[in-house]
């Protein structure tokens, strides 16, 4: 399926522009209080954020790029052990001897390394607050009684750049834990049936929350045009669709 490549532009509390330096992803820049903050859209799970001169990446995996050749990484976070988001190469490829590592248990019992968050920790790395918020799986399971992601073993993270919070939600539902989530001015959020959410659960989750913008990722062959249908009637929010299948 060809993915219809789109900007829905709702919302204009937020300087957005593609980097201007060629590229193979798309990169949107949002102003911060603590300066600009660059996001790359690298593709499935897969996020770079630079700000204030660090470089942070989230669930590297070298199926969406080549890390040989990507910026190395002051601070890496990974939601979960599956491997389309825990890639060791990809994590040895950008990683030098400062290089802060956050993850799950289940990822540090499979890498020997990094510093473990649970749902619900809060810790502060490399300047920057890092929240671990629960990500997991109601309704879609492997089989009867085993959801594709447990409550409890996952997480996603809200990382705040400057005075801009910033959820990554990891490989979830829209699990009630989200209607604590406060003040989130940008959110990606999984749509790629039945791994995680639907369209329309991803639009529940947007209105539990209400971040200002929403970039729909990991969505498979999911059509995000429908996200921006059912949210339509939301005029303060911006759903942004990248190339993040």
Same mark, same amino acid.
């Given at each position: 399926m060809k993915t219809c490549i789109t900007v829905i532009v709702l919302c204009p509390l937020f300087f957005a522009s593609a980097a201007t330096r060629p590229s193979k992803f798309e990169v949107d820049t949002l102003k911060t209080s603590g300066g600009d903050l660059s996001i790359t859209c690298i593709g499935h799970g897969t996020l770079m954020f630079?700000?204030? =001169?660090?470089?942070i990446h989230v669930d590297p995996v070298g199926r969406y790029a080549d890390y040989s050749k990507m910026p190395k990484a002051d601070l890496i976070l990974i939601t979960h052990e599956h491997g @389309?988001?825990?890639d060791q190469e990809a994590i040895h490829q950008i990683s030098h001897k400062?290089?802060?590592?956050?993850?799950?248990? &289940?990822?540090?019992?499979?890498? =020997?390394?990094?510093?473990?968050?649970?749902?619900?920790d809060t810790k502060t790395v490399e300047g920057l607050k890092i929240e671990a918020v629960p990500a997991y799986n109601i309704v879609h399971e492997r089989k009867p009684g085993q959801p594709f992601h447990p409550k409890g073993i996952g997480n996603g993270y809200v990382v705040t750049f400057g005075d801009l919070r910033v959820y990554i939600a990891g490989d979830t539902e829209n699990v009630p834990e989200m209607a604590n989530l406060k003040e989130i001015d940008v959110a990606f959020l999984p749509m790629n049936v039945p791994y995680t *959410?639907?369209?329309? *659960?991803? &639009?529940?989750?947007?209105? *539990?929350f209400h971040p200002k913008i929403v970039y729909p990722y990991h969505f498979g062959e999911t059509d995000p045009?429908?996200?921006?249908?059912?949210? =339509?009637?939301?005029? @303060?929010i911006e759903v942004r669709i990248r190339r993040m299948n």
């Open positions: 630079q700000f204030g =001169g660090k470089t @389309d988001h825990l400062e290089t802060a590592l956050i993850l799950t248990a &289940a990822c540090a019992k499979q890498l =020997g390394r990094g510093t473990v968050m649970k749902n619900g *959410m639907t369209p329309k *659960m991803v &639009a529940d989750a947007v209105r *539990m045009s429908e996200l921006v249908r059912l949210l =339509g009637g939301n005029p @303060d």
